[in-house]
């Protein structure tokens, strides 16, 4: 990339004075090195470069092409009318009970998306983004990771913040920008975060998140290893973004240090067509972001983004590999790409009208052929674990609830004034204070030109109390 | 120049290219201020163990240790190595870290410490930096390296975006913040780093809220600020002057210790101009005050601003209402730089006592042409002249 002086090779300094040393704490083992130094053989049929591993001689003038590649198949369970397509499979392991918890997930995120999508559009808050079509990559995933594992999301993902159980008054404080927000009204809607459920909170950034879930899993790696954990309670990072977000820097960069650094991280990319209004014939030209972690050394699968049990399936056992618990516990950790494959059935965000780049039948007809909801109502119908009447009575049910968390938060007032300063340092600086100190002075002597009653103390909120 | 310098500058060269010879540290035969900076004699560096430990700032722990002659680079390893010793925690890592980087910072921190602590990371400054993050919104404290300041852009992004965000964005949410993140970087001019092997960013991290900006301008100071930063729970960004590396050498206190990160540091009273500085060119400044001092018989007092941001306004005030006279130094460009801030700091507070226009010495507002460097860093003479001008008004 650019010219590197001074890199030369120097003998261990006798100048400085090293104290007792510590023994170095056992972490597990890292994978070996792939070559040796030893010089090509003669007549050895195979590459000794360092930089290529295990790389055959061929006289054959051939260029490897990727048109002429087979694309990597996508994992499914059942079909579209919810019906388990390989009979011969090991029966599902999950209960009824479990999958209409995460049906009742899916369609909490379903309806509240149509209610804030709605109030986005009567002026109500300031800005929305849905998940339809793609509840079922959220939940189903998430259902796959223990609540210790932490996790790194992009904004489309809802699912995971209701499947881990973040409130309706969580949500809507965050929406609402009220003084119940964590996020102290400073963030965008939509931008939720929970320590309590081990999930960061998310930034507008595009992709900024992966080399940080890569850096989080090599924490969390070396912290269980520290603490003694035997494998089962040991964490992994999951993390999620795009396939527009996987066009960026941030993506290259992370999936080559997780690997080479052997992080338990799972990236799930979420495949759903578009980025805003570009369509993945202008985003790339590979067998889609799958075909890429083989290139970084990532073990990879594609899977069917719809079908919340392929979802959830290749997730605990993306979870094992990446623990290194596969091959009877004697695997490396390291990481794992999983690309889930689905359609945006909703605009990108209010703030975008998806009609002006696509045609409004595909959607239709994405919506009515296929969706996570309905194929996972589809299963629980064939074995007689719902029908109508349950429908029905469960949607009104979350619809009220949805409704009555809205009308309490939409009330509230905003956070003090002073949270505009606080958190940018541990502390808040001197120079901040000398700020805070003048805003109060221009709010004193220009009272006609604030509203300072939204906020919670209004002018006084600037000052600790 | 340092003989140090000269071996770095000889390994690098291809000689056979410059059949003059001419080497950097020259100086024009009549050369009265432009003179080599002798770090051996400076009153910047503590030549013996008594003027080292009687530092007020030290603690207790250290004015009752030893001290070893130690230049920069060292005392950055043995910071390092401390921060390693004292936290299971702390993580070092970036390019070529491993077998004791490129300036010889990490030297035997991989073989004491272990590959799973002090590692190697592939060549993405936005990778490193994204990795450092994550480890520290997880606990961790990490110490990142940038190869030189002049490669950071890569992961302006996460800095900007991230690590100065991520407390704030995340309100109440407890411990969820990037504090313990260090991201460590060689800056500034060497003689003949030109482009991209020169820089100085600071002015560009200064304007993030969320971050702290940090500059040592000597081994003793390096090693507690150092310290003070990683132990420091916001993110900072921690600029080494690589040209002190090997230059700048002193007694160091053998024991850990750590310096303010909210104060600067009163280098020398004075009564009729105030010059204010941090790193490098705090050397250049001292020489051209004492020919100042001579030539005008004047008294200078010199600051060294240590934290670039947040930054010690009161000290610089305080000292500019008592001289009535500022003349602010530094490597990177006029235009914007540390210098502007510091100026209209100064114009706010010490409107009535100024006597003189505040005056700035700085880079010009070009790039790091290599063999235009004498010309572009602010040097004894431009020092001298700025200290004139202020006198003279």
Sequence with gaps: MYFRHGCRRVAPSKVLPIGARNAPITYPTRAPRRWSSVSQRPGSDHLVFPGAVDSKFTTNLAFERPSEKTAMPTFRIMDQDGKIIDKDREPLVVTDEEAIKWYKDMLTVSILDIIMFEAQRQGRLSFYMVSAGEEGIAVGSSAALSPADVIFAQYRETGIFQQRGFPLSAFMSQLFCNKNDVGRGRNMPVHYGSKELNIHTISSPLATQIPQAAGAAYALKLQDALAGKSPEERRVVACYFGEGAASEGDFHAALNIAATRSTPCIFICRNNGFAISTPTLEQYRGDGIASRGIGYGIDTIRVDGNDIFAVREATKRAREMALGLDNDGNGEPRPILIEAMSYRVSHHSTSDDSFAYRARVEVEDWKRRDNPITRLRKYLESRSAWDEGREKEVRAAIRKDVLKAFAEAEGEKRPPLRSLWEDVYENVTEEQEAQIKEMGRILEEYKDEYDVEEFEGGRNGLFKA | ?393
Aim: charged letters at 20%.
């Design chain 2, 1 to 393: 120049m340092a003989a140090p310098l000269r071996s770095l500058s000889r390994a690098w060269r291809p000689s056979k290219c410059f059949p003059s010879a001419r080497t950097y540290s020259t100086h024009p035969p009549n050369a009265r201020l432009n003179t080599e900076i002798d770090y051996k004699t400076t009153p910047l560096l503590h030549h013996t163990s008594s003027t080292c430990l009687a530092n007020p700032e030290l603690p207790e722990s250290a004015k009752s240790s030893t001290t070893s002659r130690q230049n920069l680079f060292q005392s950055v390893n043995s910071a390092l190595a401390h921060a390693l010793r004292s936290n299971d925690s702390t993580l070092l890592f970036g390019e070529d870290v491993a077998f004791g980087g490129v300036f010889r910072c990490s030297m035997n921190l991989a073989t004491e410490f272990g590959s799973e602590r002090v590692f190697n990371t592939p060549l993405s400054e936005q990778g490193i930096v994204g990795f450092a993050i994550g480890c520290a919104m997880e606990g961790m404290r990490p110490i990142a390296e940038i190869q030189f300041a002049d490669y950071v852009y890569p992961a302006f992004d996460q800095l900007v975006n991230e690590a100065a965000k991520v407390r704030y964005r995340a309100g109440t949410n407890p411990g969820m913040h990037a504090g313990g993140l260090v991201v460590r970087m060689p800056a500034g001019g060497v003689g003949h780093g030109a482009l991209y092997h020169s820089q100085s960013p600071e002015a560009l991290f200064t304007h993030i809220p969320g971050l702290r900006v940090v500059i040592p301008r000597s081994p003793v100071q390096a090693k507690g600020l150092l310290l003070a930063s990683i132990e420091c729970n916001d993110p900072v960004v921690f600029l080494e002057p690589k040209i002190l590396y090997r230059a700048a050498v002193e007694q160091v206190p053998v024991a850990a210790y750590t310096l303010p990160l909210d104060k600067a540091e009163i280098l020398k009273q004075g009564s009729d101009v105030t010059i204010i500085s941090y790193g490098t060119p705090l050397y250049t400044c001292q020489k051209a005050l004492e020919a100042a001092e001579k030539d005008f018989g004047i008294s200078c007092e010199l600051i060294d601003l240590r934290t670039i941001y947040p930054w010690d306004r009161e000290t610089v005030v305080k000292s500019v209402s008592k001289t009535g006279r500022a003349v602010i130094v530094h490597e990177s460009m006029i235009n914007a730089g540390v210098g502007a801030e510091v100026a209209a700091t100064i114009q706010e507070g010490c409107f009535l006592t100024l006597e003189a226009p505040v005056q700035r010495i700085c880079g010009w507002s070009t790039h790091m042409g290599l063999v235009y460097e004498r010309f572009n860093v602010p040097d004894v003479a431009r020092i001298y002249d700025g200290i004139k001008k202020a006198i003279q008004y």
